[in-house]
């Protein structure tokens, strides 16, 4: 069975804690649409390398704090 990786984030947590940032805000500091942002904080799409390190970039913090993932399967 193959190994499947699951990335999990915690945009809308660093966005409360950012003075209940909008995911609009977010997209802007970031250089992505409101529609990406939505999607990757839901966990329905994973940004590129560069835009994750945007987005870390955008709340002032490591990308680690903002991204992790695990490796599922044997």
């Given at each position: 069975?193959?190994?499947k990786?699951?990335i999990?984030n915690?945009?809308?947590?660093?966005?409360?804690?950012?003075?209940?940032?909008?995911?609009?805000?977010?997209?802007e500091?970031?250089?992505?649409?409101?529609?990406?942002?939505?999607?990757i904080?839901a966990?329905?799409?994973?940004?590129?390398?560069e835009?994750?390190?945007?987005?870390a970039?955008?709340?002032?913090v490591k990308?680690?704090?903002?991204?992790?993932y695990?490796v599922k399967?044997?």
């Amino acid at each position: 069975m193959a190994k499947k990786i699951e990335i999990t984030n915690n945009i809308r947590k660093l966005r409360f804690f950012a003075n209940e940032m909008t995911q609009q805000q977010l997209a802007e500091k970031a250089g992505a649409s409101r529609q990406t942002i939505m999607a990757i904080e839901a966990g329905k799409y994973s940004p590129s390398l560069e835009l994750a390190f945007r987005i870390a970039d955008a709340f002032g913090v490591k990308i680690g704090e903002v991204f992790d993932y695990e490796v599922k399967g044997d």
